[in-house]
C-alpha cells in the first residue's frame, strides 16, 4: 500500500472516506493504524501527497532544525510521549518540527479516551489577563446573530440575548444572508457599534470571504478578518480563488484574524486530490498556523463539524469522533480553537440527541468556544448548534468559563436575566445618543422583544430546565425539524411549474432516489445520459444568452412557494435589458448547484442562471440563485462539472422574511447584466461576488 491508502484505510470510520478508498472493515483499518504506527515522521515526510500550494507553504513553514530531531521518530513512539505526562511540554517544544500529515497520523491511532486525553491538557491561550482566550480555565462562546434578512434590529437582539446568558466573550461573528461589499460594510459597522456602546470586551466579524471584506474595509470599520480554509489549493481556489499565499497577503491587513474548517469540505466539492479527510484536516491546520505566524495576528478558528451532511457524517457517533481528532490536531499546531458542534437536518441528528452530543463533546474536547445561537436552530443558515441557554450548564459541566474581561463586564453591567434585555438596549441606544427615557427605551424593547417572538423568534423567553428549551420552545423547534425533514423529501409542484412557464424540459440528475441524492452528492451533479441528450438538442437553429434552470436542491418547497413570483419579473427584467434567456426553462430533478454548471457545458450558452431550494431548518422555504458566467478570460467556454464554485455569484436567503422574491429578482437580473458587460461571475464581479455554495 502506498501512504495515501494507509492513511485513509487507518480512519476511524466516516462516510466521507468511502469516497476516497476508505473502508469499513474493522481488520483492515485495524491493520492499517498497526503498519501506520511503524512508519518514521521521515518516512511520512518524504511523501508529498499532492503536489501544490498548500503543501508547499506547509513544507516551507516547518523548522528544520526541529524536524531534524524528530525524524527517526515512529509515529507509535510519538503517539506514547503526546500521551505521557511530559506531552504537553514535548509538543510545545516540537510542534514546529512536526508535519501536518504526521499531527494526522498520530491522531489516527488513538482511541476517543486518548484522544481526550491530550485535548484536556494541551493549551495555545490568546494574549490577556487572568482567564484568557484559550487557556485552561476558559471556555467561551461566540454570539452568531444571524437573521434571515440581515435585520438590524434582530441581530440586536439576539446579542442581548446572548449577553444575558453570560456569551459572545470570543467574537460577535455574523453570517450574512446577503453577501455583497455594501451588506458587509453595514453589518461590520454594527457589531463595532454594539461593541462600543455597551463596552464589550470582545472581538467582531462578518463572515464573507476575505476579498469582499478587504473592500468594505474601505468604507467601514472591519475588526476581525475572515476567510474559510482547506486542504488543498484546488479546494481553496473554489472558495475564493485564491492560494495560500493570495490569502496571506490579504489576511496582514486585518488586525484580527478568524478562520474556519470543517472535515469533508473538500471531499463534497470534488477537491480531496484523493486525500483523506483526517489528513486534510491536518492541512488546513497547517495553513491557518501558517497565516497566524507570518501575518503575526490575533487568531482563532472554528471547526464547523457536522454542518455538510450525511455524505460525511452519517450519525452521532461520526460527529463525536471527528471533534475529538479536529480538537487535538488543532492543539497539536499551536491553534486556539472552538467547535460548531452542529448538524444539518438531512443528517437526522434530532435536537435532542445533538444537545447531548454537545455536553460530551465540550467535556472531552476542551475546545475554546462553541457557537450560542438564538434557540438551537440558525434562523438563516438552516442547521443545529447550541443555544444561548445551554452555555451556562456546559460551563457548571465544565468548571470552566468566559474571560476574566468579560465576568468583569458582567458582573459590573448586567441586570437580573428578566430586566437585562431591555436594560441593554436602553443603555445601546442612550450611548448612541437618544435622548430618551430610560423607563421608554425599555417599553420599547418589550414592545419590540414581543413584536419578535411572534413569528416564532426564540428570544425574551424562560431558560428552561438544564439548558433544554422551555415547553412552548421544544415544541417549535420540533416543528422547524419536522418541517426540514419533509421538504427534504418533497417534490416541486407541478401546477406552480405550469402557472410560470408554457415550455420546460424536466430532466433527471444521476441520483436515483432523494436517499441516493441526501447520501451521494456527486450523484446530484450530473445530468443523466439520456436526458443530456435532450438538453442539447434544445436549441437546433440559435442558442440564447442566457438559461433558466429549476432544481429542486435541499428544499423543493421553496421552489414551489417562491417561483410564481420570481420566475416572471426575473424574465421580464432580463427582457427589458436585452438579454435572451431561452423560451423553454429546465428543470432538474434532484439537482445539485453543480448541475448547472454540467447544463452550461451541454448547451454551451454564457450564463446560466440556476433557482433551487435551500437548506431547510430555519422554518422558512428558502430559495437561491446561482448564476454564473461560463466563459473565460480568453472568451472561451469554461463549462465543467467541476468549475470551481468561486466562479459563480449567489442570491441567497430569497424568503419574504429574508431577501424578498421581487428584490431577489431585480438582483439576479442584475447581476446577469454586469456579467456580460464585465465577462465575469463569482469574487471577480465588482460588488456582486457571492458565497460559495455549501
Known amino acids: 500500500m502506498d501512504l495515501r491508502q494507509i492513511l485513509v484505510l487507518a480512519n476511524a470510520f466516516k462516510e466521507g472516506d468511502l469516497l476516497l478508498g476508505g473502508t469499513a472493515d474493522d481488520q483492515v483499518r485495524t491493520d492499517a493504524r498497526s503498519v501506520l504506527g511503524g512508519l518514521t515522521v521521515g518516512e511520512i515526510d518524504r511523501v508529498r501527497l499532492v503536489d501544490d500550494g498548500v503543501s508547499e507553504a506547509l513544507a516551507q513553514a516547518r523548522d528544520r532544525q526541529l524536524a531534524s530531531e524528530v525524524v527517526a521518530l515512529r509515529i507509535g513512539d510519538l503517539k506514547s510521549r503526546l500521551l505521557s505526562e511530559a506531552g504537553a511540554e514535548w509538543i510545545a517544544r516540537y510542534r514546529a518540527g512536526l508535519s501536518s500529515e504526521t499531527i494526522a497520523a498520530v491522531v489516527k491511532l488513538m482511541t476517543a479516551e486518548e484522544l481526550s486525553r491530550i485535548a484536556c491538557r494541551v493549551f495555545n491561550p490568546l494574549p490577556g489577563a487572568g482567564v484568557a482566550v484559550g487557556s485552561a480555565r476558559h471556555f467561551g462562546s461566540r454570539i452568531q446573530p444571524n437573521s434571515p434578512g440581515d435585520d438590524e ?3 440586536l437582539f439576539s446579542i442581548l440575548e446572548g449577553l444575558t446568558y453570560g456569551c459572545g466573550d470570543v467574537i460577535l461573528g455574523l453570517n450574512p444572508a446577503s453577501d455583497d461589499v455594501d451588506t458587509i460594510a453595514r453589518l461590520s459597522e454594527l457589531l463595532v457599534r454594539v461593541r462600543e456602546r455597551l463596552d464589550l470586551p470582545t472581538r467582531t466579524c462578518v463572515l464573507s470571504d476575505i476579498i469582499k471584506q478587504t473592500s468594505a474595509r474601505a468604507r467601514a470599520r472591519v475588526d476581525v478578518g475572515f476567510q474559510s480554509l482547506a486542504g488543498t489549493s484546488r479546494a481553496l481556489g473554489g472558495m475564493v480563488g485564491l492560494d495560500v499565499d493570495g490569502i496571506l497577503e490579504l489576511a496582514r491587513g486585518f488586525d484580527g484574524l478568524y478562520f474556519e474548517t470543517g472535515q469533508g469540505s473538500e471531499v463534497t466539492n470534488g477537491a480531496a486530490e484523493g486525500i483523506d479527510m483526517v489528513t486534510l484536516e491536518a492541512r488546513t491546520y497547517g495553513v491557518a498556523r501558517l497565516i497566524q505566524q507570518q501575518a503575526g495576528k490575533w487568531t482563532i478558528v472554528n471547526d464547523v463539524a457536522g454542518f455538510i451532511g450525511p455524505e460525511v457524517f452519517r450519525s452521532g457517533k461520526q460527529l463525536h469522533r471527528a471533534c475529538l481528532e479536529d480538537a487535538v490536531m488543532a492543539k497539536l499546531h499551536g491553534l486556539t480553537m472552538g467547535l460548531d458542534v452542529c448538524a444539518t437536518f438531512h443528517m437526522g441528528i434530532p ?4 444537545r447531548e452530543l454537545t455536553a460530551r463533546i465540550t467535556a472531552q474536547a476542551a475546545p475554546a468556544y462553541l457557537m450560542a445561537v438564538a434557540g438551537n436552530a440558525d434562523p438563516m443558515l438552516g442547521y443545529l448548534t447550541t443555544s444561548f441557554r445551554e452555555h451556562p450548564r456546559l460551563r457548571a459541566l465544565t468548571g470552566r468559563g468566559p474571560t476574566s474581561a468579560m465576568s468583569a463586564w458582567g458582573a459590573r453591567r448586567m441586570a437580573p436575566k428578566s430586566l437585562a434585555i431591555p436594560q441593554l438596549y436602553a443603555r445601546y441606544h442612550r450611548a448612541g445618543g437618544d435622548r430618551r427615557s430610560e423607563s421608554e427605551l425599555e417599553r420599547e424593547a418589550r414592545v419590540t422583544l414581543s413584536r419578535l417572538q411572534e413569528p416564532g423568534w426564540d428570544l425574551g423567553h424562560d431558560d428552561g430546565v438544564e439548558g433544554k428549551p422551555p415547553a412552548a420552545q421544544e415544541k417549535r423547534l420540533e416543528r422547524i425539524y419536522q418541517h426540514a425533514r419533509r421538504a427534504l423529501y418533497a417534490s416541486i409542484d407541478r401546477a406552480v411549474l405550469r ?18 441524492y441526501l447520501m451521494h452528492p456527486a450523484a446530484g451533479e450530473r445530468i443523466r445520459p439520456e436526458d443530456a441528450a435532450a438538453i ?15 432544481s429542486d436542491g435541499l428544499n423543493a418547497d421553496a421552489v414551489s412557494e417562491h417561483l410564481r413570483t420570481v420566475l416572471p419579473l426575473l424574465r421580464s427584467r432580463l427582457n427589458e435589458g436585452g438579454v435572451a434567456a431561452g423560451g423553454r426553462a429546465i428543470v432538474i430533478e434532484h439537482g445539485r448547484v453543480r448541475a448547472g454548471y454540467h447544463t452550461g457545458r451541454l448547451l454551451g450558452v454564457d450564463v446560466i442562471i440556476h433557482l433551487i431550494g435551500e437548506r431547510p431548518g430555519t422554518g422558512l422555504n428558502t430559495l437561491s ?5 461560463g466563459r473565460d478570460e480568453r472568451g472561451e467556454l469554461r463549462w465543467s462539472i467541476d468549475l470551481d464554485h468561486a466562479c459563480t455569484t449567489a442570491i441567497c436567503g430569497i424568503h419574504p422574511m429574508g431577501k424578498k422574491p421581487e428584490a431577489a429578482a431585480e438582483e439576479i437580473a442584475r447581476s446577469v447584466q454586469r456579467m456580460l458587460e464585465e465577462r465575469r461571475s463569482g469574487v471577480l464581479l465588482g460588488k456582486s461576488e457571492g458565497r460559495t455554495p455549501n
Open 536 to 550: 442539447r438538442s434544445m436549441y437546433p437553429v440559435a442558442r440564447p444568452t442566457a438559461q433558466i434552470v429549476i
Open 153 to 155: 434590529t434582530e441581530i
Open 499 to 516: 402557472d410560470v412557464t408554457s415550455e420546460l424540459l424536466p430532466v433527471r440528475s444521476e441520483a436515483r432516489s432523494r436517499d441516493d
Open 351 to 354: 435536537p435532542a440527541e445533538l
Open 625 to 629: 440563485a446561482y448564476v454564473t458566467y
